[in-house]
């Protein structure tokens, strides 16, 4: 279970101002404690409830074995979500979302693919048969899809969760995501829609204080699930081992038995032998 949130915390970093009171979403309706001077203020004890509850749910993804993809593009959010998803050694967009992504992932594996083999085409030499011109536009295109895409270079299946920092700027990562049935989870302002979100952490999203304040929680959550899983994995490891050895032991016993009951066979027919060669004197 992930560790208790502290409510002065996220009152210190502002995780409880909203946005305008008109420019509000009515869904948000539960998670505004009052307004003032024409900005919601949202209840930070749903936010501490509903972070705890959310990251509980990313650890048993992670746990899982399972890779959750982070999205961000607004540049508030863009640095500190690219250094708590590498954390936490997970993919994650911060740049432009590339249409399709989720929904055309064939594609897309294929942009990532073209990384991988002009790095080969460097490394074998064929690179250096090309023309100046050429290498240049390879090495353009090269940086183009490193910057959109290197950071889910390894992701080489569609994730098992969305975290998204700003649902509304990020709508169509949103709505590729809801088509796969794929969970998100995600920090909602006032002015989103929690309903269109499986986890929804109400938290003010321009602010970058608060936006690490939950980002980090959320990368340390998961760190837990991957740490959980590595220990259960080395625990069952441990286990087949006590058990290939118990089992050696086992085998050694029962053949060291056989060859003892084997050699007391032998000998009660050697003395058998000898019991009637000493009748045979006795008769003769």
Request: aromatic letters at 4%; proline letters at 3%.
């Given at each position: 279970?992930?560790?208790e949130v502290e409510v002065k915390e996220l009152l210190d970093a502002g995780v409880h101002f909203g946005h305008?009171?008109?420019?509000?979403?009515?869904?948000?309706?539960?998670?505004?404690?009052?307004?003032?001077?024409?900005?919601?203020?949202?209840?930070?004890?749903?936010?501490?409830?509903?972070?705890?509850?959310?990251?509980?749910?990313?650890?048993?993804?992670?746990?899982?074995g399972r890779k959750i993809l982070f999205v961000a593009t607004k540049k508030q959010a863009k640095e500190i979500?690219?250094?708590?998803?590498?954390?936490?050694?997970?993919?994650?967009?911060?740049?432009?979302?590339?249409?399709?992504?989720?929904?055309?992932?064939?594609?897309?594996?294929?942009?990532?693919?073209?990384?991988?083999?002009?790095?080969?085409?460097?490394?074998?030499?064929?690179?250096?048969?090309?023309?100046?011109?050429?290498?240049l536009q390879v090495n353009r295109m090269r940086a183009k899809l490193e910057k959109n895409l290197g950071s889910?270079?390894?992701?080489?299946?569609?994730?098992?969760?969305?975290?998204?920092?700003?649902?509304?700027?990020?709508?169509?990562?949103?709505?590729?995501?809801?088509?796969?049935?794929?969970?998100?989870?995600?920090?909602?302002?006032?002015?989103?829609?929690?309903?269109?979100?499986?986890?929804?952490?109400?938290?003010?999203?321009?602010?970058?204080?608060?936006?690490?304040?939950?980002?980090?929680?959320?990368?340390?959550?998961?760190?837990?699930?991957?740490?959980?899983?590595?220990?259960?994995?080395?625990?069952?490891?441990?286990?087949?081992?006590?058990?290939?050895?118990?089992?050696?032991?086992?085998?050694?016993?029962?053949?060291?038995?056989?060859?003892?009951?084997?050699?007391?066979?032998?000998?009660?027919?050697?003395?058998?032998?000898?019991?009637?060669?000493?009748?045979?004197?006795?008769?003769?």
């Amino acid at each position: 279970m992930a560790k208790e949130v502290e409510v002065k915390e996220l009152l210190d970093a502002g995780v409880h101002f909203g946005h305008l009171t008109r420019r509000w979403n009515p869904n948000m309706a539960p998670y505004i404690y009052m307004e003032r001077n024409g900005i919601h203020i949202i209840n930070l004890y749903k936010t501490a409830a509903k972070m705890q509850e959310t990251a509980d749910a990313l650890a048993k993804i992670a746990a899982s074995g399972r890779k959750i993809l982070f999205v961000a593009t607004k540049k508030q959010a863009k640095e500190i979500v690219a250094e708590e998803a590498k954390k936490a050694n997970m993919p994650y967009i911060t740049e432009r979302w590339p249409g399709g992504m989720l929904t055309n992932f064939v594609t897309i594996r294929k942009s990532v693919k073209k990384m991988a083999s002009v790095d080969r085409m460097k490394k074998d030499g064929s690179f250096d048969s090309l023309s100046k011109k050429e290498q240049l536009q390879v090495n353009r295109m090269r940086a183009k899809l490193e910057k959109n895409l290197g950071s889910i270079s390894d992701m080489t299946r569609l994730p098992a969760a969305l975290f998204v920092v700003d649902t509304l700027r990020e709508h169509i990562a949103v709505k590729e995501a809801q088509k796969l049935n794929i969970p998100i989870f995600a920090m909602i302002d006032t002015n989103s829609n929690p309903r269109d979100v499986d986890y929804a952490v109400p938290a003010n999203d321009d602010a970058s204080r608060s936006i690490k304040k939950v980002v980090s929680y959320m990368s340390d959550a998961i760190i837990d699930g991957v740490n959980a899983r590595q220990e259960a994995k080395a625990a069952e490891k441990k286990e087949a081992e006590a058990k290939k050895v118990a089992d050696a032991e086992a085998k050694k016993a029962a053949e060291k038995k056989a060859a003892e009951a084997k050699e007391a066979e032998v000998q009660k027919e050697e003395a058998k032998k000898e019991e009637a060669k000493s009748d045979e004197t006795k008769e003769s």
